[in-house]
């Protein structure tokens, strides 16, 4: 069981299914948002049991992304067209037992700091 929370608490997830993708985001909308990358990993949207009542902001027609109303974490990101769902890394409380597999996005990433941890990335 992995279990994770927003800043103050209000909003938590749980998944007991083993999340994919585990990846860092370098989009200009995660960065935005996260103020600086986004890690995410992804699970069957209905293996994500979701408690607290989140705020879904649309930063595009494709997706939307789900953050906490009151500390403005940014927790989730869901495709419409797709039946997962990806929560915050950084969010997850302990060990997440998983291991990063890409960096994504890679052409929209800062300036200021370079990526050499030898994990594959795509832009
Ligand atoms: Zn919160």
Redesign the pocket.
């Known amino acids: 069981m992995l279990k994770g929370s927003?800043?103050?608490?209000?909003?938590r997830f749980e998944t007991s299914a083993r999340p994919q993708g585990p990846s860092m985001c370098h989009c200009s909308q995660c960065r935005k948002q996260s103020g600086g990358v986004w890690s995410s990993a992804f699970v069957a949207e209905d293996d994500l049991k979701i408690t607290g009542e989140v705020l879904w902001f649309a930063a595009s027609e494709t997706a939307k992304r789900g953050l906490?109303p009151?500390?403005?974490?940014f927790l989730f990101w869901k495709a419409h067209d797709e039946d997962t769902i990806s929560f915050s890394l950084g969010a997850v409380d302990g060990p997440t037992g998983l291991k990063l597999s890409k960096h994504i996005f890679v052409a929209d990433k800062g300036d200021y700091y370079e990526i050499a941890d030898g994990v594959p990335q795509t832009d």
Do not use: E, V
């Not at 927003?6 to 909003?11: A, E, M, T």
């Open positions: 927003c800043l103050c608490g209000d909003i906490c009151k500390c403005g974490s």
